[in-house]
């Protein structure tokens, strides 16, 4: 079964930088776009980021434009998201997802996406 693994959370201060990573298995992860989502407490849960299956299309919501950077590593089947200059506003539960469909060219949407992990927790103190 398909299977995604956050991890790299943790506290930062604001201005500092977290790399976030997901690691995949049970897909074949080279033709699969990739989606990063974020979660604060009380709120819904947000688009971040998505790349497409071959890392040509890629984007961002508004509010991380420029800030962070969604990559991914086929050979490692791991997608990242490099969270720099972090706000406390980025203070959130952040999950990665994938579609069930292959080759698609990514999504805002959470019904763009069919599988989640279950979220690595990011702290950002002001």
């Known amino acids: 079964q398909v299977q995604l693994v956050e991890s790299g959370g943790g506290l930062v201060q604001a201005g500092g930088s977290l790399r976030l990573s997901c690691a995949a298995s049970?897909?074949?992860?080279?033709?699969?776009?990739m989606g990063w989502f974020r979660q604060a407490p009380g709120k819904e849960r947000e688009f971040v980021a998505a790349i497409s299956w071959r890392g040509i299309n890629i984007y961002y919501a508004d509010s991380v434009k420029g800030r962070f950077t969604i990559s991914r590593d086929n050979t490692k089947n791991t997608v990242y998201l490099q969270m720099n200059s972090l706000k406390s506003e980025d203070t959130a539960d952040y999950y990665c997802?994938?579609?069930?469909?292959?080759?698609?060219?990514?999504?805002?949407?959470?019904?763009?996406?069919?599988?989640w992990g279950q979220g690595t927790q990011v702290t950002v103190s002001s």
């Open positions: 997802a994938a579609p069930i469909r292959k080759y698609t060219a990514g999504s805002s949407l959470m019904s763009g996406y069919d599988y």
């Open positions: 049970g897909l074949t992860f080279s033709s699969y776009a």
